[in-house]
């Protein structure tokens, strides 16, 4: 098990940047696979952006490939999501998750954080 909290979170324009970091406890962190999801209101948690336990794999979804950047620091036991050219759409409570599995699916996550909201303006 790990403990994950999520910062960063906030109100930005449409257009800009931000940068969430998800801060793990234990000593296991680098056997887990670290995925972000988000959920705005009324829609279902999606997969954002995952990484493998090295950091030399990621996979992002479609809405976000080319503006989202995951990345972790095992020594920190931190991960990363890098937010550029946010849209209003991108509006939503995110999450981090840690998993054994590299995957998509939401089920496949059982460690979560407790989400920060982001709100991009427009």
Do not use: H
Not at 4 to 31: D, K, M, Y
Not at 36 to 57: L, N, T
Request: hydrophobic share 35%; aromatic share 12%.
């Amino acid at each position: 098990q790990v403990q994950l909290v999520e910062s960063g979170g906030g109100l930005v324009q449409a257009g800009g940047s931000l940068r969430l970091s998800c801060a793990a406890s234990g000593r296991t962190f680098s056997r887990y696979a670290m995925g972000w999801f988000r959920q705005a209101p009324g829609k279902e948690r999606e997969f954002v952006a995952g990484v493998d336990w090295s950091g030399g794999i990621t996979n992002y979804a479609d809405s976000v490939k080319g503006r989202f950047t995951i990345s972790r620091d095992n020594a920190k036991n931190t991960v990363y999501l890098q937010m550029n050219s946010l849209k209003p759409k991108d509006t939503a409570v995110y999450y981090c998750a840690a998993s054994r599995l590299f995957n998509t699916e939401v089920a496949d996550y059982d460690n979560w954080g407790q989400g920060t909201q982001v709100t991009v303006a427009s």
